[in-house]
């Protein structure tokens, strides 16, 4: 469960300017693909395109071998998480924001969920606890709280597949480390698709692809990567 397959996908927000130049790519059932290269390069849009939040020109990106192009957006969703670099609390309490998209989750599933992801200390500090109000109007949170919120709502969605997108590169070294840590525990076994800039943001990838151009120019383990420069 959770696989994910692009087959010579091409791509562009205006079809006369190809983005994605026909890409190829596999991730299969609880293992880790990361995406790197530099800005500009395509990254963010193969999530978008995963997303189904626009149509493909040409090929196909398949969910557990199902055409996404045939499927609800809905359920495409419903089955991907996202941690994306800099998370959009909603204007509600803490409990609410970990608890989007399983509004049914018991209270000790959100405290649960909170641990994992290493904040629930943080938040029984606050005078209100997990009722404290956050997002725009509420509690300003630093950008490695917010980081931590997503990844503990991520934990309690639990879905099959979790996308990555830069979820640490707004956030300085040592914060980076830590939420690296939490974000490891997240992805252990689970279908995962990790974009970042830098290989060397890249722990433990199954495989890793060099996107430039819109086109895949290398792709193989970290140690194979790191030979070849
Ligand atoms: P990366 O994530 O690798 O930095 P993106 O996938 O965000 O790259 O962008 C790839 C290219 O697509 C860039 O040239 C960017 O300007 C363009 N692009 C991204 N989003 C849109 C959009 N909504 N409409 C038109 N062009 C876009
Ligand atoms: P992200 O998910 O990385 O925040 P954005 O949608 O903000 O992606 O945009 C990513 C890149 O695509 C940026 O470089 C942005 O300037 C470019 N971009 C976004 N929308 C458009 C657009 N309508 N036309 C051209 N480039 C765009």
Redesign the pocket.
Known sequence: EGAVRFEDVRFG??PARE?LKGISFDVPPGKSVAIV?P???????VSRLLFRFYDIQSGRILIDGQDIAGVQQESVRAAIGIVPQDTVLFNDTITYNIRYGRIGAREAEVRRAAELAQIAGFIQELPDGFDSMVGERGLKLSGGEKQRVAIARTILKAPPILVLDEATSALDTHTEQEIQTALDLVSKERTTLTIAHRLSTIIDADEIIVLKSGEIVERGSHRELLEAD
């Not at 800005?39 to 849009?45: D, I, P, V, Y």
């Open positions: 927000y205006d983005i290269g800005s500009g390069a395509g990254k963010s849009t």
